[in-house]
């Protein structure tokens, strides 16, 4: 008896990247299913090193007998099949924004709130937060715990890929024309996105925000502290792999710039890569392939009392996506799930799901 795992979104990019990280990290798993739309039966996606799974079609599988489904098809995809995986047993962790706010799902960070995990029971559903509230709150833990954070100011420098692989080839044969001087097609984003930032992730608000930004905002608060306030500015950028943020904070107590770092430093998670010269910091090509989200720049903010700036860099498919989805199945396991454990080297497929 071991674990088994189907992974829903197996061709797109954070389904690819689960099955990856899955691989890497040794998960015991004794069966691994992937799963996509009907777009996809018969392809092959890769597990690993070595093996292939064969694609299944998401509308005629059945959960029966799967223990962890990671979910990332969508959110309207999520909404009818996560909860048909939950009652057939599974549980489900989606990444997708479907579930995030309901009262009756957490929504993990490990590092952060691992216990809350213990609510999947409610509905059999763990939500895995947006990308950009990932990396920005678990920034914010360590020094939310030192001074209290009471309001936080950021503006986003988001990658393509966080909208999916179709947004990235838009982004990669945009570029091209731009060189070959052949007409400018855009079908995913709004704007040219080559050589340009768009100002404009997910649909408007009635308040004038959009729906990104709001994420930001009601899952940090959901996740570390209901009142910390949020303003975010979310802005797409011309860059493949890897989320970058520059965050300012005002604390209720004061905190200087040594404390932070080494609060930041000591955070399970973090990598501090703080030096005040040349190259001194990570940009998001640096990030791309890592599990760490990299903190830069933290300076005082002298605008305002017990105020702090810095910037902020993670692997949006990673840590943004499938590591955090990862490793909620690990503590599931460990901690909440009796599926016994297969062994790395015990990975099966199932090859048809009937
Ligand atoms: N990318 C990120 O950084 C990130 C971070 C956090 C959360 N998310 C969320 O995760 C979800 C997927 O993102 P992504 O970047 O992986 O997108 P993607 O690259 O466009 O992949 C979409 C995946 O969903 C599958 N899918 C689409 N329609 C389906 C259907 N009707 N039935 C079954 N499967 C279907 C696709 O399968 P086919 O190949 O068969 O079409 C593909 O595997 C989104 O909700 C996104 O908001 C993404």
């Not at 797109?12 to 798993?29: D, K, Q, Y």
């Not at 939950?86 to 995030?100: H, L, M, Y």
């Not at 791309?288 to 990299?294: A, K, L, M, W």
């Not at 910037?311 to 799930?337: C, F, H, M, P, T």
Request: net charge negative.
């Amino acid at each position: 008896m071991g674990t088994k795992v189907a992974v829903v979104g197996a061709t797109g990019n954070v389904g690819r990247e689960m099955l990856s990280i899955l691989a890497e990290r040794g998960f015991p798993a004794a069966d691994v299913a992937a799963v996509a739309s009907e777009r996809s039966v018969g392809s092959e996606v890769s597990y690993g090193e070595d093996d292939v799974l064969k694609v299944d079609d998401l509308e005629k599988f059945d959960f029966e007998g799967i223990d962890i489904a990671l979910f990332s098809p969508g959110a309207k995809i999520s909404a009818v099949h996560a909860p048909r995986a939950a009652k057939a047993g599974a549980v489900v962790i989606d990444n997708t924004s479907q579930f995030r706010m309901d009262p009756d799902v957490p929504l993990v960070v490990p590092e952060i709130n691992a216990a809350a995990i213990a609510q999947y029971r409610k509905r059999g559903i763990i939500a895995n937060p947006n990308c950009s509230t990932i990396q920005m709150v678990m920034a914010l833990k360590p020094l939310h715990d030192l001074a209290r954070a009471k309001r936080v100011v950021v503006s986003t420098y988001q990658s393509v890929s966080g909208a999916g692989r179709e947004a990235m080839d838009e982004l990669f044969n945009q570029t091209r024309s731009v060189y070959v001087n052949d007409p400018m097609t855009k079908e995913h984003f709004t704007k040219q996105i080559a050589f340009n930032c768009i100002p404009h992730i997910d649909v408007f608000m009635e308040d004038g925000s959009t729906k990104e930004e709001w994420k930001m905002a009601v899952e940090t608060r959901k996740i570390l502290d209901p009142d910390i306030a949020v303003q975010a500015t979310c802005v797409r950028v011309p860059v493949f792999i890897g989320h970058a943020e520059a965050v300012t904070v005002e604390f209720e107590k004061p905190i200087s710039v040594e404390a932070a770092r080494a609060a930041l430093r000591a955070a399970p998670g973090i990598s501090v890569v703080d030096h005040r010269v040349d190259e001194g910091y990570v940009t998001p090509l640096e990030s791309v392939g890592e599990d760490s989200v990299f903190v830069s720049r933290i300076r005082r903010d002298p605008t305002v009392r017990n105020g702090l700036s810095f910037w902020v860099v993670a692997d949006n498919l990673r840590k943004g996506a499938a590591l955090n989805a990862v490793q909620i199945a690990e503590i599931l396991i460990s901690e909440y799930l009796e599926t016994g454990s297969g062994g790395s080297d015990d990975v099966g497929q199932r090859r048809s799901a009937g």
